[in-house]
């Protein structure tokens, strides 16, 4: 027998090399909020159903309720030796109580149902936090000056200048797209947010579970029933490692314009001074890092997803030792996207878009010719595709001539010869950046009215994440706040049954499958 908690079947103690190869006390830092959280559950719901003797409850939810007080106060420390958190509290519980006592908290659970439930605790919040850090990009790119609306950038497609697009119509693109990440991470949180206490080992157990008491004061929305999928299942870790992946790319994709366009050839863009660095040789650089690292990190968050599915995928169902390197190859991921989001956001206020060199390069990019082409539609009534051969004529004899839509003059001697005559003075109004991104007014397009309208649509949207991520947070807190209270009382004496009927009273659940 050795003295480890597991240690009545083994002669040998394992080797210092196995237990740091093994041991999970320095990822299980993050899981100690909802470790504390969920014991006391537990052992409230044990005394509630009289599992263990009542007496034993209380007792041990003082305990737990004293490492609460000394985990806010930053004093509670895991002891590597002890593998990972569910271990260390379960000691430091009889360390204080006696096993005779604090040896009964672990009776119809396993770890395998706890890291589970811990896990969707931690992930819950992480959650939110990435809602909460996309809103506050959202919010920045979403609030621009009105001059946006016609300040010029050169769209792309294939990278090649396509059509001119106002500054606030590239911003609310890419806010658009954000909250596109917060609906996924919504989504994702939906699937994480039940509980898997009460699982046990795999097969459930025999002893008189209340596994909805425990999932209420969890403030989970409900209960993930089936036992053996409940202590498999980490396709939820999955999904928040491809919300988080995905949340990466489309940051990075955002990068990529800011370092192109900051470049000289470009010089659309420029980062504040606070977010780039100089070079210890080259003396007039600016290197926008900040950029440069977001759209490298993304290969990080990316990766995580990586190493979740192939991590997983060889696991039959039940728990393998396999699954205990999902956290820290997800806390990997969660501090790249979170740290990401916020510095994009920092980064994001200070960008100067440079308007007249991105009308300059649309003069000179011929990203207008669509416009004649449209004219001679709407004007002389050609179907779209002959007059999209006659602008084409004209880019192609203006730049035999090194000629540019600027020069207007050959511009009219050349469709005059073409047999579609369009005076200079028609072709500077068609040909103007200014007025063909004024002309987009389709929905959805770059006219000041039309980005006017995405960004009051967006900004709804905004709203209603704002609402959900407010009310579920405070639903959080509440059966936090609420499963402390309920221990308190019981632990002073009070009735469990009282306490913990009133108490659940507010914490419904909600789940729909
Ligand atoms: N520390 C483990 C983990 O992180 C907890 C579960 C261990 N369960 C077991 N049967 N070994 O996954």
């Known amino acids: 027998m050795t003295d480890k908690l597991w240690g009545g079947r083994f002669d040998e103690d394992i080797t210092p090399d196995v237990l ?15 470790d504390l959280w969920q014991d006391i559950a537990h052992v409230l719901m044990l005394g509630r159903r009289e599992i263990i003797p009542v007496e034993n409850a209380r ?54 149902d706890q890291v589970s439930t811990d896990a969707r605790m931690y992930l819950r919040r992480v959650q939110l936090d990435a809602v909460a850090a996309n809103l506050a990009l959202v919010d920045v790119l979403l609030s621009f000056p009105e001059e946006d609306l016609l300040a010029i950038l050169p769209g792309y497609t294939h990278s090649q200048a396509a059509q001119p697009v106002s500054v606030g119509f590239w911003k609310t693109a890419h806010a658009s797209m954000l909250l596109r990440d917060v609906r996924r991470l919504r989504g994702v949180f939906d699937r994480t947010d039940e509980s898997a206490l009460g699982a046990c080992a795999l ?31 980490r396709d939820h870790l999955i999904e928040s490692a491809a919300a988080f992946a995905i949340g990466g790319n489309n940051l990075s994709r955002m990068a990529e314009e800011i370092v192109l366009w900051s470049g000289h050839e470009y010089s659309l863009v420029e980062v504040p001074d606070a977010y780039a660095t100089g070079s210890s040789i080259m003396p007039q650089k600016k290197n926008p890092v900040v950029a440069e690292l977001t759209r490298g990190r993304a290969g990080r968050t990316a990766g995580t997803l990586v190493q979740l599915l192939t991590m997983a995928k060889g696991v039959t169902l039940g728990y393998s030792c396999d699954l205990q390197d ?39 990019n011929f990203s207008t010719a669509t416009e004649l082409a449209n004219y001679l539609v709407s004007d002389r009534g050609l179907p779209f595709r002959e007059a999209h051969h006659v602008a084409g004529s004209l880019v192609g004899a203006l730049l035999k001539r090194g000629a540019t839509l600027r020069d207007t003059a050959a511009g009219a001697e050349i469709l005059a010869e073409l047999g579609h005559p369009v ?34 649509e967006l900004r709804q949207a905004v709203e209603g994440h704002a609402e959900w991520l407010e009310s579920t947070r405070g639903k959080l807190d509440t059966a936090h706040a609420a499963t402390l209270r309920a221990a308190r009382e019981i632990a002073g004496g009070a009735d469990f049954a009282k306490v913990l009927d009133t108490v659940t009273a507010d914490l419904p659940l909600t789940e729909q499958r």
């Open 20 to 34: 740091d190869y093994t041991l999970t006390t320095d990822v299980d830092v993050r899981l100690v909020f909802a």
């Open 59 to 112: 007792a041990i939810l003082g305990a737990l309720l004293g490492l609460w007080e000394r985990h806010e106060r930053g004093e509670l420390r895991l002891r590597p030796e002890l593998e990972d958190v569910h271990f260390n509290i379960e000691q430091m519980v009889i360390e204080e109580l006696g096993r005779e006592v604090g040896g009964h908290m672990h009776t119809a659970r396993s770890r395998n």
């Open 203 to 233: 097969a459930g157990t025999s002893f008189p579970l209340d596994r909805e008491l425990t999932a209420r004061l969890l403030g989970f929305r409900g209960v993930l029933s089936h036992a053996l999928d409940a202590t498999s299942a």
């Open 326 to 364: 999902d956290k820290p190859y997800l806390w990997n991921a969660i501090d790249t996207y979170l740290s990401t989001l916020r510095i994009v956001a920092g980064q994001t206020k200070g960008l100067r878009f440079n308007s007249a060199r991105g009308e300059d390069l649309c003069w000179d």
């Open 423 to 456: 005076d200079a003075q028609t072709l500077t109004g068609l040909f103007a950046p200014r007025n063909a991104v004024t002309s987009y007014t389709s929905p959805g397009g770059t006219s000041p009215q039309s980005v006017e309208a995405v960004r009051a």
